[in-house]
């Protein structure tokens, strides 16, 4: 029976040698291999076993196998991948969730100080914190529901690389054991389970970073006991210093294998900063501030998060079983001020967003091997089930300080989640999975200041997938797939019905849950000896893009959209000493229909030109890329010299509907440069923004009035303007900078 040609337990990685691939199967079964579902492997899919995992070195992320996250078997799509710790750990990176841009077509960017969640773009997404992408990590849910910064909220400063020993990367609908978020991606991030020594390092750099890190494991019975502990701080270049004083630790201990053994690890996190903001061009332009300065220097916020998790899985004569459970309490106080003075002239527009919940959760699931007709075949049965205890509360304030409540509501949100897929192999060259999946939502909406903002609502959707894989044929396979999919709105979104900034002011509630649809086809090929190639082309439909507005306490709609393009990946292996990978990805994204009520909007901004331009209704779907590529060099070994130079690159980007705002394109190369020794010791440079880009991190287009503006003397104190105009502000581009030219010295260790 012929063998996967593109196994992804053979992932891209970074020093160490990839397995030789072959399309002759084994003579003698394999042994079975731990999928990401700890499924056991059998022949009936044709799983090559299981990459031999890379020796553990400290100044990275491997480690023993992993129990939390098993090695995947072979992809199911041609954009289905897999990326070691030790790939992520030789990436120069700004901060723990640029990590991500492992990923194929994604980009990660951050728009306000070192501790809110990261931007993501992806697949002409612009996924804000996380909506549309599903992250965990040791198969426990990042993205935040009902959030009071924003839906799918995902954030992965926490995240200690040295513990990360591989990233599972899956894109579009196609997957029964994936609902919320999941739509234009999953990424699953597993740990280590031990080092072979004790290692500590110290990283000190440009505009004040520091960062000291420890990481020791013990045997402990017949299991390991892993420690780690993460103290950082850091200024920036900006006039208003970020001040970031972060602290983070984890304890795991694991036992036995990913297919038979258990997990539980603890984290604890905290996290305070200022930050500086986004900011108008025009005060740019007119040197009314730095680049590098604010409008509001008070903007910032602190944050903290304490996990607890378990994981136990098994394997038996008629297949194997896996199970997990989770606990996670969070809390998050975030000021910004993104339209400076519209809303209040003197004291200006900041808020307070307050976020405290506890997450609890777990799923479990059974996987059976058998024959259908004399054919071999898999069953995979799952249930996943989530419930959120979350105090929200939204405050104008003024440098911190507390101005007058918005809305404050008490949110109980739970979800059940039941799948099943089946897996038959047809013949040597033909392999289908189908699978149903079910979700339903209830949640209790409570808020404090207008009851009529309050109710239950509840909801359910059905998702069927299908994926289908030909080959090998001459070490190429060719994929396709199909789904419905899913993500979930912010609960108050669902039963809102008044503005909570003017209870006279109507609105229209949103549904509590989103249908997506995909289809994808595909082709992955190493027919060029150390090559790995693919190409995907997909299109995503959305039913609706309706988002609720932390920043104003209610729901902004959108129409439906719909997103198609392909992504090239490449990835060669010439020497044991060389690593090259090279990305490509392209997207045309727009909104299906014609949106009356935004005419009417710009009808009512006619003689105000500052204020109506970018205001039109079009098509354009705002911060969506159109090009993402990506490209990298690693060179060394084990010991000795390494270094590592990395490029990537995010095209413009239509800000508005109108397409009147875009973006500029940036261009960012990050380098390395080191030095290991025999012994485990290492020091290394890392240069960031190589050639010190005046690029942007984020750009967006929207109405916002400073003092300077001549716009605002039409609005106050005596409003002259019409009030449509005075309440959009001057139309403008506003940016928040990427740092200029940044030097990191890490000196690492082994004890």
């Known amino acids: 029976m012929a063998q996967s040609a593109t196994d992804s337990a053979a992932p891209r990685s970074a020093p160490e040698v990839l397995p030789p691939v072959t399309v002759q199967a084994p003579q003698t079964p394999a042994k079975p291999a731990a999928r990401r579902e700890a499924r056991r492997s059998f022949p009936s899919v044709a799983r090559a076993p299981a990459a031999k995992p890379a020796t553990p070195v400290a100044t990275a992320g491997s480690g023993a196998p992993n129990v939390g996250s098993g090695p995947s078997g072979p992809p199911e799509m041609a954009s289905q991948t897999s990326v070691t710790g030790d790939a992520l750990n030789a990436r120069p990176v700004a901060r723990p969730g640029e990590l991500l841009e492992a990923v194929p077509g994604l980009i990660v960017t951050q728009h306000s100080g070192e501790g809110k969640a990261n931007q993501y773009f992806l697949r002409g997404y612009n996924l804000d914190h996380g909506t549309d992408m599903a992250i965990w990590v040791d198969d426990v849910p990042v993205n935040m529901r009902t959030h009071a910064h924003g839906q799918g909220y995902a954030d992965l400063n926490w995240l200690m690389p040295e513990t990360v020993n591989r990233l599972d990367i899956r894109k579009g609908p196609y997957y029964a054991d994936e609902g919320d978020f999941a739509s234009a991606g999953d990424l699953h991030i597993g740990l280590i389970d031990s080092v072979p020594k004790a290692m500590a390092s110290i990283t000190a750099g440009s505009f004040g970073y ?63 900063w200022t930050s500086t903001d986004q900011v108008p061009q025009r005060a740019i332009d007119s040197g009314e501030i730095d680049r590098f300065g604010s409008v509001d220097p008070t903007d910032g916020g602190k944050t903290n998060r304490f996990a607890l ?21 969070s809390q998050l106080d975030l000021f910004n001020n993104f339209t400076y003075f519209l809303t209040n002239p003197v004291l200006g527009d900041q808020f307070h967003q307050h976020d405290d919940r506890v997450m609890l959760g777990g799923s479990a699931s059974r996987t059976l091997t ?8 898999e069953t995979t049965f799952g249930v996943q089930t989530r419930y959120d205890d979350i105090a929200l509360a939204l405050t104008d304030t003024w440098q911190r300080s507390f101005l007058a409540n918005v809305r404050s509501d008490k949110v109980g949100e739970g979800s059940v989640g039941v799948y099943a897929q089946n897996t038959v192999r047809w013949t040597d060259w033909l392999r289908t999975t189908v699978g149903m999946r079910g979700d339903f ?11 009529a903002n309050s109710g239950n609502v509840s909801a359910g959707i059905g998702s069927p997938k299908f994926t289908m894989t030909l080959g090998p044929f001459s070490k190429t396979e060719f994929f396709v797939g ?5 993500h979930s709105n912010d609960a108050r979104g669902a039963t809102t019905t008044e503005d909570p900034g003017d209870p006279s002011t109507r ?12 289809v994808e086809t595909g082709v992955r090929t190493r027919v060029v000896p150390g090559l790995d190639s693919s190409l995907s082309v997909f299109l995503l439909d959305q039913d609706s893009e309706i988002v609720f507005s932390g920043d104003a306490g209610d729901t902004e709609a959108s129409l439906p959209s719909r997103r198609y393009g392909f992504e090239l990946t490449n990835h060669y292996r010439p020497l044991s000493w060389i690593d090259i990978d090279a990305d490509l990805a392209m997207t045309h994204a727009r909104f299906v229909g ?20 970018g205001n039109a209704p079009g098509s354009y779907i705002p911060n969506a890329p159109a090009m993402i590529a990506s490209a990298g060099i690693t060179l060394g070994e084990k010991t000795g010299w390494f270094g590592t130079l990395r490029w990537r690159y995010l095209g413009s980007t239509p800000l508005t509907e109108d397409n009147a705002f875009r973006s500029i394109a940036s261009s960012i190369f990050n380098g390395r440069i080191g030095y290991r020794t025999a012994d485990g010791w290492r020091i290394q440079l890392d240069v960031l923004n190589l050639f010190n880009a005046q690029a942007n991190q984020i750009s967006y287009a929207y109405g916002s009035l400073i003092k300077t503006d001549s716009l605002y003397n039409l609005c106050y104190p005596v409003q002259t303007a019409p009030a449509a105009v005075c309440q959009t502000g001057v139309m403008d581009t506003v940016l928040h900078p990427i740092e200029p030219l940044t030097f990191r010295v890490t000196v690492a260790g082994t004890f």
């Not at 378990?310 to 394997?315: E, K, L, V, Y």
């Not at 058998?370 to 075949?377: K, Q, R």
């Not at 939502?441 to 009851?451: C, D, L, P, T």
């Open 507 to 518: 609105l229209a509630s949103s549904p509590l849950l989103v249908r997506t649809k995909g």
């Open 210 to 272: 520091l960062r000291f890190f420890g990481m020791d494991s013990r045997k402990v019975d017949d299991g390991n006991l892993l420690i780690a502990v993460e103290r950082g701080t850091y200024d920036g270049p900006w006039i208003t210093s970020d001040d970031m004083q972060k602290v983070n630790s984890l304890i795991r201990y694991t036992r036995g294998t990913a297919t038979d053994g258990l997990s539980i690890t603890g984290m604890a996190y905290a996290n305070q």
């Open 594 to 613: 014609y949106d009356s009520a935004q005419a009417a909007i710009y009808a009512s901004l006619a003689g105000y030109p500052q204020a109506q331009i």
């Open 482 to 486: 199909a789904g419905y999919g899913m």
């Open 309 to 329: 998790s378990a994981r136990i899985a098994g394997t038996d004569d008629t297949g194997s079983w896996k199970a997990n459970a989770y606990a996670v309490k």
């Open 370 to 377: 058998g024959s259908f007709a004399g054919l071999p075949m």
């Open 441 to 451: 939502y209830q949640a209790n909406v409570f808020s404090i200041y207008n009851s």
